[in-house]
């Protein structure tokens, strides 16, 4: 495959009417032809926006979700609604923090075993294939982060523990991974928090004051991103594999901080990955340094671009911190992106349509300016 050096994570705004949309079907005003039809309008628009642009590897923006987990957690069946109030400890940068209201959003817990009643990241294959005109990829939350399906009340019956939980979602998604690479997938993303969980003190300090190993809990997630990579390389070894590692990215504001170091030498040095998507918009997310572990046939996409403010950033400081970054992996390996999504929740982050397509625009002109 050429190398592409400029990418996006995956989520683009959602327009009002898909909005509205939502809510009609949500209260039986719309049958789900009327909602279908919307994400479709929404995810044609969202291409013709990315070709206009220049981006060369398109995702339909995720419209058919409610959150970037719902590919996953919307086609689970044994899994019942339990509420997710994650106001509390989201943070933005120069503000106050996030209302609580404002950043919740729907969790699921498994009540029963696993199962897949529904395939929603073919759906999404399908549309594009019929019209995205160039490559696509498909994006996906990782199994690693099976755990937040287990819930103290509901799930022990069936799952003693969320490791439980962990092993059955990472093969059911691996035969996912399979089935889609089968029917002609070329590119997928994993999107996982679990090595944020590491990276940021505060997090790590809750898993070891349960019990948890972080040692432990690193190895599981690199050995349950390696089952996917594994499925996909069977079904075709010449896909390409991304992962994607950010500190939160709801309505603007954040969850996590911390550096890589913690995780580098064995995430860099063991996920099996084509690509690594890398949050460094901020301070939050450290120095280039632990790029020193990457190996020599990996890319790494530099998150330099901010999806959680409309602030354009300077071409001549992005161009300055892809060179410090290529003081620890050759220029050629690296290319540019947003640091995430700009709606991992359906309401998206503060800012306009207008000033996505411009971030968009950016990563493409200093990707050009800087690899040809």
Same mark, same amino acid.
């Given at each position: 495959m050429t190398m592409i050096h400029a990418e996006h994570v995956g989520s683009l705004l959602r327009p009002s009417q898909l &909005? /509205?949309?939502?809510? /009609?079907? /949500?209260? +039986?005003?719309?049958?789900?032809?009327?909602?279908r039809a919307a994400e479709d309008r929404a995810a044609l628009a969202n291409l013709a926006m990315l070709r206009d642009v220049g981006m060369p590897v398109f995702?339909? +923006?995720e419209v058919r979700r409610a959150t970037w987990m719902a590919g996953a957690l919307e086609s689970l069946g044994g899994v019942v609604p339990v509420d997710a109030n994650t106001g509390l400890g989201w943070h933005r940068d120069g503000a106050p923090d996030a209302d609580p209201e404002d950043t919740r959003f729907q969790l699921v817990a498994a009540r029963d075993r696993l199962f897949h009643k529904v395939n929603l990241t073919a759906t999404e294959a399908g549309f594009m294939f019929a019209h995205a005109q160039g490559l696509f990829k498909v994006t996906m939350m990782s199994a690693s982060m099976g755990a937040m399906l287990w819930a103290p009340g509901i799930s022990e019956q069936v799952y003693p523990t969320p490791g439980d939980v962990i092993s059955d979602l990472a093969a059911l998604q691996a035969t996912e991974i399979g089935e889609l690479v089968s029917l002609g997938v070329r590119w997928v993303q994993l999107d996982s928090l679990s !090595?944020?969980?590491?990276? $940021? =003190? =505060?997090?790590? /300090?809750?898993?070891?004051?349960? +019990?948890?190993?972080i040692t432990d809990s690193l190895a599981r997630s690199i050995e349950v991103d390696n089952q996917q990579v594994r499925a996909a390389r069977a079904a075709n070894p010449d896909v390409t594999v991304g992962l994607h590692f950010c500190r939160g990215n709801n309505r603007s504001a954040w969850a996590g901080k911390g550096g890589y170091e913690p995780v580098a030498e064995r995430l860099f040095g063991e996920v099996e990955?084509?690509?690594? &998507?890398?949050? *460094?918009? %901020?301070?939050?997310?450290?120095? *280039?340094?632990?790029?020193? *572990?990457? #190996?020599?046939?990996? %890319?790494?996409?530099? +998150?330099?671009?901010?999806?959680? %403010? #409309?602030?354009?950033?300077?071409? $001549?400081?992005?161009?300055?911190?892809?060179?410090?970054?290529?003081? !620890?992996?050759?220029?050629e390996n690296l290319a540019l992106s947003p640091q995430c999504g700009f709606a991992s929740t359906a309401r998206g982050n503060l800012l306009t349509a207008d000033d996505q397509k411009r971030k968009l625009e950016l990563v493409v002109r200093v990707a050009s300016a800087i690899w040809g």
């Open positions: &909005l /509205a949309a939502r809510q /009609a079907f /949500a209260a +039986g005003k719309l049958p789900h032809d009327g909602l995702t339909d +923006g !090595y944020m969980s590491i990276v $940021d =003190e =505060e997090f790590a /300090a809750g898993l070891r004051s349960r +019990g948890v190993s990955v084509d690509r690594f &998507l890398l949050e *460094f918009d %901020t301070d939050r997310a450290g120095g *280039f340094e632990p790029l020193r *572990f990457v #190996p020599s046939d990996r %890319t790494v996409v530099l +998150g330099l671009v901010s999806s959680k %403010t #409309p602030v354009l950033e300077s071409p $001549d400081d992005l161009r300055r911190r892809v060179d410090e970054a290529a003081r !620890y992996v050759p220029l």
